[in-house]
């Protein structure tokens, strides 16, 4: 049941129904037997209960417990007793040295390994001050682990897939001491986490989920209660809404009074209890027509990690089906666009379901937003619904982490020590003997030979092969396709990867400033193998660059293909991405004109793409942040890896799944898969409204109608007032007829459908004008305000060759050369004489 619009139903009574429901729930709730059940109350001698849950004693079999020493604390129940389980803050393991838990493993598979940590003092040693690490043989939990908050305990949540007979978790003090209160290693249900899920940006499938170690960093039960570990099947704690919620004031609690359904093949009452499904947070505005605003949680989360999201909705609030639509947002990107909750159901109302969506590393701030907003569909009233939310980090993963167990006699262990250490010494000399004669024979066979690179070789990648510090270039389809690189050289380059010279991360992986030994700067872009950008891009972006060669586009330097590594190296931009001198960063901003040379410069090299060849290139992914300045502040459009060819020439698109980054997609492209270079085209209209706007394409902390610039910037246009909307950095500088022409060039590029947009050519001609109308020495005629290349004089044939021209030297590998490249030739220039009453 759900209370009527426009009224708040009584707190106790609202309250009643919870627990009604929590109490039915206890009682039929779907029943799950782990394979693996150990539960351990670390430090005690005896079991302890908690609920209804039993946890043993410290080292009971078949748990065994390896450390030196035998320290058992405890502390007070008094001091713990206002924590939930506080029973098993009560005790405690002190380590001294490396040591761990070893668990028989009855079946393979994803387990729950829990950890419980509570500081206190027993007799000289002070927890709060312990800092150690914590690992399995496969996985790094925690590295240097301090506890934040040293008058609360810390629950610590990982979903491993064990592949192993035993399972050792390891304690390895980084300053003396090492402590654990509890801990739990559960199986859970082989199709808990599937293998894919929806990438918010670039849009695309993530892969490799089912084997991937993760974190849980939050589990939330939207609009309903906290749900403890024996209401939940899996014994997982559901923690309550509202202290993440931003707007509270535009959220109501739905509560459901009967059965959730199940369809065959989806959710289960193991994907999440029905507590979580028969309660929601609805968007309280849904009965008006002017809902402007979004529901929005905000959540504390560690920046530089990819993230998997998963969504739990249930339709308990329609009373028909196909009634609800709604948008999801996750980290400032759509993760769901008009949502239809009736179509994944199957037609069904309260229908359990989820929603699986990953951000990747670059795209997660400190600052996790969650939104739910209201439907761009036509007649449709704004309304949306979350019943539950599941944060889980993606672990970068990491190497085994091997400890010595200790024990046994101490002065056995100082002469093992001292045996290892002179054995390693030894080992690092005989390791620089043998670099420093490796470094003399290569540097003896440094020549500039030629590395074939086959294309479709790439997935058995050359180990055997000999290779130079760097090989020049070769030409022809079948030979190489850049200069390929040693893996030493670009290590070398980029001072060994460090992390204080990434300029850059992407969906392919980080990208790194480089400096070779000529003192050439390069930009190092290095595949990361958990990145789901991978083999197919590294192909793209080497073939495509290797054949194209123009002034607007960044420069393929070269490659690197040994040890399994996937590196691509390119020109330096020094001046970073257009992105970032708009909004975002500290980068100096752009006047006006110099943004309108930057796109005229995009407009160049996508135009070269779409006709520089028998057959278009379509970009996929045009956006600011693909859109690289040099320390001239050129433009040069970046990043193929999505790109894909074009129709041929008796079709008239390209079918294929839906790829790029929300925002930016052409919604034609969006709702048919059907690709064309009008996509690129509608793509470079969204980057030319945020270059007036200096704002993200995408922001759910806005007001509803604000969320998306291409629609908010339209309403705008379409009214004759795009100039209250402009940067207000600029806004006193744009004459009225730039500003004017320029929101013509942006609406026609925004067109719903493809064949109403113009081409490239014609959006490259526009700004040029809209360049010349800004230029106060400009004298132009009317007949500028033509708008299609087709429509202009005959002598656009004359350009047209000049362009061909260009593009046959180019992929002739003459563009390089400054007598020869013919994309240096100022589009202004010719324009002037063809349009001017004194040209030709």
């Not at 604390?73 to 029973?87: C, E, K, P, Q, Y």
């Not at 989820?354 to 009233?381: C, M, R």
Request: aromatic share 8%; glycine share 8%.
């Amino acid at each position: 049941m759900m209370a009527p619009s426009g009224k708040k139903r009584p707190q106790a009574a609202t309250t009643f129904i919870l627990l009604c429901i929590l109490s039915s729930f206890c009682i039929c709730k779907a029943q799950f037997k782990p394979a693996d059940s150990y539960l351990v109350d670390c430090g005690s001698s005896k079991s302890t209960t908690v609920g209804q849950r039993t946890f043993t004693s410290d080292g009971a079999s078949p748990v065994k417990v390896s450390t030196s020493q035998e320290i058992l604390a405890g502390t007070s129940a008094n001091g713990v007793a206002s924590f939930d389980n506080s029973a098993l803050y009560q005790t405690a393991r002190i380590f001294t040295s490396p040591s761990s838990y070893t668990f028989p493993i009855q079946k393979q598979g994803r387990h729950f390994v829990r950890l419980y940590f509570f500081p206190f003092t027993y007799q000289s040693y002070d927890l709060s001050l312990a800092k150690f690490t914590v690992s399995t043989q496969d996985v790094l939990l925690l590295s240097d682990f301090q506890q934040p908050d040293k008058t609360a305990p810390l629950f610590k949540e990982y979903s491993l897939n064990i592949t192993r007979d035993t399972l050792v978790i390891s304690f390895k003090p980084s300053n003396g001491i090492a402590f654990i209160n509890a801990i739990e290693v559960v199986s859970v249900p082989d199709d808990l986490i599937i293998d894919t899920a929806q990438m918010v940006n670039p849009v695309q499938q993530y892969s490799g989920l089912s084997t991937q170690p993760l974190e849980t960093v939050y589990r939330v039960n939207m609009g309903g209660p906290k749900v403890t570990p024996d209401n939940d099947t899996l014994s997982r704690a559901w923690v309550t809404d509202q202290k993440y919620l931003l707007n509270p004031t535009v959220t109501k609690q739905v509560v459901y009074g009967k059965d959730v359904n199940y369809k065959k093949g989806g959710a289960t009452q193991l994907t999440a209890p029905d507590i979580v499904y028969g309660t929601a947070a609805e968007l309280a505005a849904s009965n008006t027509s002017n809902a402007l605003f979004n529901m929005t949680w905000q959540f504390d989360v560690d920046a530089g990690f990819s993230y998997l999201i998963r969504f739990h909705f249930c339709d308990i609030v329609s009373k028909a089906l196909n009634q609800l639509y709604f948008n999801a947002y996750v980290g400032g990107f759509s993760a769901q666009n008009n949502l239809d909750l009736s179509v994944m159901s199957d037609n069904q109302l309260a229908t359990a379901i989820y929603i699986d969506v990953v951000l990747s590393s670059n795209d997660a701030s400190s600052k996790l937003g969650i939104s739910i907003g209201p439907s761009t569909l036509n007649n449709v009233l704004p309304d949306g619904i979350l019943n539950g939310l599941e944060v889980m980090k993606i672990s970068t993963g990491g190497s085994a982490f091997t400890v010595g167990s200790g024990g046994g006699n101490k002065n056995l262990v100082v002469i093992l020590g001292a045996v290892l250490g002179g054995v390693g010494l030894l080992i690092i000399v005989v390791v620089l003997v043998l670099l420093c004669r490796k470094k003399k024979t290569l540097e003896k066979q440094h020549s500039k030979t030629w590395m074939p690179f086959s294309i479709n070789g790439l997935t058995s990648l050359s180990t055997g092969s000999r290779t130079s510090y760097g090989t020049t270039l070769t030409s022809g389809l079948n030979g190489s396709y850049g200069y390929r690189f040693a893996f030493s050289v670009l290590q070398e380059a980029t001072n060994n990867f460090d992390e204080n010279w990434v300029i850059g991360v992407g969906g392919f992986g980080k990208v790194y400033k480089g400096v070779l030994r000529d003192e050439t700067k390069v930009a190092v872009k290095r595949g990361n193998p958990k990145s789901q950008q991978g083999l197919n891009e590294f192909r793209t972006e080497i073939e495509l660059l290797s054949r194209l060669r123009h002034r607007h586009l960044v420069s393929l330097i070269g490659y690197c293909d040994e040890r399994n590594e996937m590196i691509l190296v390119y020109e330096y931009m020094e001046k970073g991405t257009l992105k970032s001198h708009l909004y975002g960063s500290d980068n100096p901003s752009l006047n006006w004109k110099q943004r309108l040379e930057v796109c005229i410069g995009a407009a160049r090299g996508l135009h070269y793409l779409h006709t520089g060849s028998a057959k278009a290139i379509i970009h996929r992914d045009v956006k600011s942040a693909n859109i690289l300045l040099d320390e001239n502040l050129l433009a040069k459009v970046a990043d193929f890896g999505l790109s894909k060819t074009g129709p041929e020439l008796d079709q008239t698109h390209v079918s294929t799944a839906v790829k790029g980054s929300f925002g930016y997609l052409d919604p034609e492209y969006f709702r048919r898969q059907q690709l064309t270079e009008k996509s690129d085209v509608y793509s470079f209209g969204v980057v030319l409204l945020e270059v007036l706007c200096a704002r993200p394409v995408i922001d759910p902390t806005l007001p509803r109608e604000m969320v998306n610039l291409a629609e908010w910037g339209m309403k705008w246009q379409k009214r004759g007032e795009l100039h209250q909307i402009v940067d207000q950095r600029i806004s006193g500088t744009i004459r009225p007829d730039s500003l004017r022409k320029f929101g013509e060039t942006v609406e026609k590029c925004l067109a719903d459908y493809g064949v109403e947009r113009p081409s490239m050519g014609d959006v490259l001609w526009n700004l040029e004008y809209v360049l010349q109308l800004q230029d106060a020495d400009s004298t132009v005629s009317d007949v500028n305000s033509m708008n299609r290349i087709v429509e202009l004089p005959s002598q656009v044939q004359n350009v047209g060759a000049l362009e061909s021209i260009s593009v046959t030297m180019a992929e002739a590998g003459a563009s390089n050369e400054p007598d020869h490249d013919l994309s240096d030739v100022s589009m202004s220039r010719v324009f002037s004489q063809l349009i001017k009453a004194e040209g030709r």
